[in-house]
């Protein structure tokens, strides 16, 4: 009886999951948006807790849209966690889900898509603020092709929650994690949270951070997030064009915000 039902529903995660629409009414109707989130950090925790949940109030802050947040495509292949995920919000991170839920009649959908992927949590440690920006231009070919409205979204206190063993390039650990990334498309990060006990100092649990998210315009208030005209098949100009106003927005974002969260003032983004 188990199986003919999730056999049939086997292709939801590309069609935009089960989300609990009930929680997450909409009130009037809205474009769509492609929220490009940046740092990924260790375990993507403050964009999981951010649009996945309601314990930052999402559908209070932005009545009407309802949230989606892309992720590993084997997460739904191991029964159970597919479906709680599933009820979150998330989708498989391919072109499927995208061109669905951009493509959705009524608008009012937020796809997030965290940019860095597992080659940024190589460098997430505290008070690290390295991006990994260039050759990622996936999400500006998606924004472009469907008309979404890009907005860039910074956590700050994201990479503050995990401590990894020193990692630094050109040492064996950074080549043999390097490896495994073009291997099998994912790695081995050797990381450490806050301890349960107080002589315990080894835990996967994060530390005590508040992880702020900033958008470049809380996606509803002024000033306008990046109007973005629909072009089915963008040149490679054109995709550059707004790659470039995309750099530019998130580093004024984190500049406006960055002392709000005790980033020293001399601390700058720093682009790879």
């Given at each position: 009886m188990f199986v003919v039902p999730e056999h049939l529903l086997c292709s939801r995660?590309?069609?935009?999951?089960?989300?609990?629409?009930?929680?997450?009414?909409?009130?009037w109707t809205l474009p769509d948006y492609l929220a490009a989130y940046r740092p990924h950090g260790v375990m993507g925790i403050g964009t999981v807790t951010n649009l996945c949940t309601e314990g930052t109030g999402f559908s209070s802050i932005f009545p009407g849209i309802h949230p989606h947040l892309m992720t590993l495509n084997v997460f739904f292949q191991v029964p159970f966690i597919r479906d709680y995920i599933m009820l979150g919000g998330l989708v498989s991170a391919d072109k499927e889900s995208a061109a669905h839920i951009l493509s959705r009649e009524g608008g009012s959908n937020l796809l997030s898509i965290v940019v860095g992927d597992i080659q940024e949590s190589l460098d997430a440690r505290p008070g690290?603020?390295?991006l990994v920006l260039w050759n990622h231009k996936g999400f500006i070919m998606l924004a472009l092709m469907h008309g979404a409205a890009l907005v860039p979204i910074f956590s700050f206190g994201e990479n503050d929650m995990f401590d990894q063993i020193e990692?630094?390039?050109?040492?064996?650990?950074?080549?043999?994690?390097?490896?495994?990334?073009?291997?099998?498309?994912?790695?081995?990060?050797?990381?450490?949270?806050?301890?349960?006990?107080?002589?315990?100092?080894?835990?996967?649990?994060?530390?005590?951070?508040?992880?702020?998210?900033?958008?470049?315009?809380?996606?509803?208030?002024?000033?306008?997030?990046i109007e973005v005209q629909k072009i089915p098949h963008p040149s490679k100009e054109e995709v550059d064009r707004l790659y470039q106003r995309y750099m530019k927005e998130l580093e004024n974002l984190f500049e406006a915000h960055k002392l709000k969260y005790n980033v020293p003032r001399d601390q700058h983004l720093e682009f790879c």
């Amino acid at each position: 009886m188990f199986v003919v039902p999730e056999h049939l529903l086997c292709s939801r995660p590309e069609v935009g999951t089960r989300i609990l629409s009930w929680s997450r009414l909409p009130s009037w109707t809205l474009p769509d948006y492609l929220a490009a989130y940046r740092p990924h950090g260790v375990m993507g925790i403050g964009t999981v807790t951010n649009l996945c949940t309601e314990g930052t109030g999402f559908s209070s802050i932005f009545p009407g849209i309802h949230p989606h947040l892309m992720t590993l495509n084997v997460f739904f292949q191991v029964p159970f966690i597919r479906d709680y995920i599933m009820l979150g919000g998330l989708v498989s991170a391919d072109k499927e889900s995208a061109a669905h839920i951009l493509s959705r009649e009524g608008g009012s959908n937020l796809l997030s898509i965290v940019v860095g992927d597992i080659q940024e949590s190589l460098d997430a440690r505290p008070g690290a603020y390295k991006l990994v920006l260039w050759n990622h231009k996936g999400f500006i070919m998606l924004a472009l092709m469907h008309g979404a409205a890009l907005v860039p979204i910074f956590s700050f206190g994201e990479n503050d929650m995990f401590d990894q063993i020193e990692n630094f390039l050109g040492s064996w650990l950074h080549w043999f994690q390097e490896q495994i990334l073009k291997i099998v498309g994912a790695s081995i990060l050797h990381f450490s949270g806050r301890g349960v006990l107080q002589f315990l100092s080894y835990s996967l649990l994060p530390a005590h951070q508040h992880c702020g998210y900033e958008t470049l315009n809380k996606l509803l208030k002024l000033p306008e997030p990046i109007e973005v005209q629909k072009i089915p098949h963008p040149s490679k100009e054109e995709v550059d064009r707004l790659y470039q106003r995309y750099m530019k927005e998130l580093e004024n974002l984190f500049e406006a915000h960055k002392l709000k969260y005790n980033v020293p003032r001399d601390q700058h983004l720093e682009f790879c």
